[in-house]
C-alpha cells in the first residue's frame, strides 16, 4: 500500500499502532499542523474522536476516560502554545499514574530554531513528569521507516501502562511536513506519493508488553513479618487502590478495621467508612496502607503518627516521612499474597470497638444530615444517589465526600496536584464512557473549566455545582482570620456569575435544588437531559463553617462515652 504523501504515511500507521495498542479515544483540539494525525483519528474505525476547542480541557477530557475506563486515552493537538496548555493534566497523569498518551504535532527540523510561525521547543517541555517522549518524523522515505514508527509507538504504549516504571503519561512529538492534508499535491506543496508501508500484526499490537504483578515473596515475608501477632493494627484503604475485595479479606484476617478513604471503592463493603473520624481517637501499633491517605487530617496525623507505618504504593507516599518500609507493588497482589500468608486471627476488643464507634458515629450524624441542604449534606445525599461514577472537585467538595458521605460509586478525583483546573472536562472525559455520570463542584472549579462543554460529541452528565460565591476553603484557613480586608479579593474570589445564564449559554438544563428532594429530583432528571444538566444548591460560605463546627460538636459526643481499647 502506498500513501498520498509522507505525513499521511506518518499519522495513519502511527494512529492504526495506538489503537492496536489499547487506546480507545482521541479527544483533538482543532489546528493546521495536526491535520494528519486529526483526519487519520477521525476514519479509525476502532477509535472514539471528540473534538474539544480547548487544549487544556481536551487533556482533561482524555484524562478523565483513561482513569475512568483504565485504559489509555490520548489528547492531540496542533503546535506551540497548544502543546504547552497540555501541562496540567500532564502533571496530574504523572501523580496519579494514569496513562495519557500526548500526541503533539511539530514542525520538522528545518523549521524549529529559525523564527518559524507556532514553533516553540516542545521536546521536554513537560519535563520531569512525562515518562517517555519519542520526537518522530518527519515521514522520511525508508522502507524500514513504517516499522520503526510501530516499533516505537509499542515501547511508548507500554512505558504509559509501566514498563519500567509506574504508569504516567508519554509524548509521541510528530513532525509533520506540508501536504499534510491527503493529497500529493495541496495547491502550496507538491511531493511524490509515500510508497512504503508496514500493515503491522494481524489484529495485534507490534509488541506486545506484559508486566508481572505478583509480588516477590521475600517482600510479603517481610511484610507478614510486621504484622503477624499484632492486635492493635489498622488497615487505611487508600485513593486509587485496585483490588479492593483483597484489601478487605485481608482485614478481616488480621482482626484489624479497615478504614476506607471515599476514593478507595470500599465504602459500603465491611470496612469502615468512619474512621477518618475516628483516627485520631485511639493509637495503633501498626498502621498498614494502600494507596494515598486522602484529603482528611485525621487520616493524614495518622498515617504520620507514631505506629509503626507500612505502605503499599505505586509511588511514594510518605506525608509524614515516618514511613518503616514502603513497598512498591500491586496492592492487591500484596494484600492477596498476606491474607494467604498470615494466620488468621479473631476479632477481639480492638476490632470491636472501631465498629462500635463506627456505628454509633453513623447513627448520630445521618439525622443531622437529612435537615436542611447544607453542603455537608449535598455530599451525603449525593454520595448515595445511583450514579456509577462520581468526580468530585477538589477544596471543599472532596473533603465533604471524605467525611460525610457513607456510601459512594467509584470517585474519580484529581487529587494528584489537587488542583480546580479541568473538572468539568475529567467529568465528561468519564462520562463519555459510557457511565452514568455525577459531578460535585464548587461554583469557582465549574467556571474555571466552563471551555470544557465547548466538545462534540458531548456526553450526558449532571454537575452538582455548590454556588457559595467563591472558595469555600478559604474560610477554614488562616486567611480568614488574619488577612483583613484583603480577604474577599484575594481568597474568597467570588465571581458574580449566574450560573443559569452559564448553563442557557452551553445549552445545559438548569435546576436549582432547595432540599434533598428535590435535589435528588433534579439529578434524575438531568440524568435524562439530552445535553447534560447544572444543579445548583445556594450555600453561604460563613454558614458553612459554623455547620462545619457543629457537625464536629455531633462526632465529639458521640464519641464521648465510648471507652478507647486498652
Avoid at 500526541?103 to 520531569?128: C, H, K, M, W, Y
Avoid at 445549552?507 to 445535553?531: C, F, I, P, R, T
Wanted: charged share 20%; aromatic share 6%; hydrophobic share 45%.
Amino acid at each position: 500500500m502506498s500513501y498520498p504523501n509522507p505525513s499521511t504515511a506518518l499519522a495513519r500507521i502511527v494512529v492504526d499502532e495506538l489503537a492496536r495498542g489499547g487506546v480507545g479515544r482521541v479527544v483533538a483540539a482543532p489546528g493546521s499542523r495536526s491535520t494528519a494525525l486529526a483526519l487519520a483519528a477521525a476514519q479509525a474505525p476502532d477509535l472514539d474522536l471528540v473534538v474539544a476547542l480547548d487544549e487544556r480541557s481536551a487533556a482533561f477530557h482524555a484524562l478523565g476516560w483513561a482513569k475512568a475506563s483504565g485504559r489509555p486515552a490520548a489528547v492531540l493537538t496542533t503546535s506551540g502554545t497548544a502543546v504547552a496548555n497540555l501541562l496540567p493534566a500532564v502533571v496530574e497523569a504523572d501523580l496519579s499514574a494514569t496513562p495519557l498518551i500526548v500526541l503533539s504535532s511539530d514542525r520538522p527540523a528545518e523549521l524549529r530554531g529559525v523564527g518559524a510561525n507556532q514553533t516553540i521547543d516542545q521536546v521536554g517541555i513537560f519535563g520531569g513528569s512525562i515518562r517517555f517522549v519519542l520526537d518522530l518524523g518527519p515521514g522520511e522515505s525508508h522502507p524500514d521507516a513504517p516499522r520503526w514508527w510501530r516499533s516505537m509507538v509499542a515501547q511508548g504504549l507500554g512505558k504509559a501502562a509501566g514498563f519500567g516504571s509506574r504508569p504516567g503519561p508519554v509524548q509521541f512529538n510528530l513532525a509533520f511536513r506540508e501536504p499534510t492534508v491527503p493529497v500529493a499535491d495541496d495547491g502550496r506543496s507538491r511531493v511524490e506519493p509515500y510508497p512504503y508501508d508496514e500493515p503491522g500484526r494481524d489484529g495485534r499490537p507490534w509488541t506486545t508488553v506484559a508486566r508481572a504483578r505478583s509480588p516477590d515473596p521475600e517482600v510479603v515475608a517481610t511484610v507478614a513479618d510486621a504484622v503477624s501477632g499484632v492486635e492493635r493494627g489498622v488497615v487505611v484503604a487508600g485513593a486509587g487502590v485496585a483490588g479492593k475485595r483483597a484489601i478487605a479479606d485481608l482485614g478481616e484476617v488480621l482482626g484489624w478495621p479497615v478504614l476506607a478513604t471515599a476514593e478507595s471503592g470500599l465504602r459500603g463493603s465491611t470496612a469502615l467508612a468512619t474512621g477518618h473520624h475516628l483516627a485520631g481517637r485511639v493509637r495503633p501499633e501498626v498502621v498498614l496502607r494502600f494507596g494515598g491517605p486522602g484529603p482528611s487530617r485525621n487520616m493524614i496525623d495518622l498515617v504520620s503518627g507514631p505506629a509503626r507505618q507500612i505502605v503499599v504504593a505505586p509511588t511514594w507516599s510518605d506525608p509524614g516521612r515516618v514511613a518503616d518500609l514502603i513497598v512498591d507493588g500491586d496492592p492487591a497482589a500484596v494484600a492477596a499474597g498476606l491474607a494467604a500468608r498470615v494466620e488468621a486471627r479473631e476479632a477481639g476488643e480492638w476490632m470491636q470497638w472501631w465498629k462500635t464507634a463506627d456505628s454509633a458515629l453513623r447513627r448520630s450524624l445521618e439525622p443531622e444530615l437529612a435537615g436542611g441542604l447544607t453542603e455537608p449534606a449535598v455530599a451525603a445525599i449525593t454520595g448515595r444517589l445511583p450514579a456509577e461514577r462520581m468526580v468530585v472537585a477538589s477544596s471543599m467538595p472532596i473533603r465533604d465526600v471524605e467525611n460525610y458521605a457513607f456510601e459512594v460509586p467509584p470517585i474519580v478525583a484529581n487529587r494528584g496536584a489537587s488542583g480546580i483546573d479541568g473538572l468539568v472536562s475529567t467529568a465528561l472525559g468519564v462520562a463519555g464512557g459510557g457511565f452514568r455520570t455525577l459531578a460535585l463542584s464548587g461554583d469557582l472549579s465549574l467556571l474555571y473549566d466552563s471551555n470544557g462543554f465547548l466538545c462534540r460529541p458531548r456526553p450526558p452528565c449532571v454537575f452538582v455545582v455548590i454556588d457559595n460565591g467563591g472558595g469555600g476553603i478559604f474560610s477554614f484557613l488562616p486567611q480568614a482570620r488574619h488577612a483583613g480586608g484583603d480577604f474577599e479579593r484575594l481568597f474568597a474570589t467570588p465571581p458574580g456569575r449566574r450560573l443559569d445564564l452559564l448553563a442557557e449559554f452551553h445549552q445545559l438544563e438548569h435546576h436549582s435544588a432547595g432540599d434533598a428532594a428535590s435535589l435528588e429530583g433534579a439529578v434524575a432528571k438531568g440524568w435524562e437531559a439530552e445535553g447534560g444538566a447544572l444543579v445548583v444548591v445556594e450555600s453561604e460560605r460563613d454558614a458553612n463553617v459554623v455547620e462545619h463546627q457543629r457537625l464536629a460538636r455531633v462526632v465529639d459526643e458521640a464519641l464521648a462515652s465510648l471507652t478507647p481499647p486498652g
